[in-house]
């Protein structure tokens, strides 16, 4: 089983940076992907970074690249989101994940959620 609790989150004006961290527990995390994702209010959840645990591989949703830094602290089992130049539709929960190595951005793949965290962006 593994236990996942995101930190981070809060309220920001436009432009700002955040840093969204994912806490992982519960076992043997070498083979795993994690992965973040976000819901708006009225929207599904999508896919926004994902990295393996190794660090070789990472992927980004194309509205973030540019903005986001997914990265990991194998030492500390923790996951983070640096956030920066945020905009207003970045607003949402923010759901850290574990589940497969290649991190895909299919939601549906990943076994493993945190409880969220909120993110607000004030224009």
């Known amino acids: 089983q593994v236990q996942l609790v995101e930190s981070g989150g809060g309220l920001v004006q436009a432009g700002g940076s955040l840093r969204l961290s994912c806490a992982a527990s519960?076992?043997?995390?070498?083979?795993?992907?994690m992965a973040w994702f976000r819901q708006a209010p009225g929207k599904e959840r999508e896919f926004v970074a994902g990295i393996a645990w190794s660090g070789l591989r990472t992927k980004y949703a194309d509205d973030v690249k540019d903005r986001f830094t997914i990265f990991r602290d194998n030492a500390k089992n923790t996951v983070h989101l640096q956030m920066n130049s945020l905009k207003p539709e970045d607003t949402a929960v923010y759901y850290c994940?574990?589940?497969?190595?290649?991190?895909?951005?299919?939601?549906?793949?990943?076994?493993?959620w945190g409880q969220g965290t909120p993110v607000t962006v004030s224009s």
């Open positions: 994940a574990a589940g497969p190595i290649s991190v895909p951005r299919d939601s549906d793949l990943y076994p493993y």
């Open positions: 519960g076992r043997t995390y070498s083979n795993d992907g």
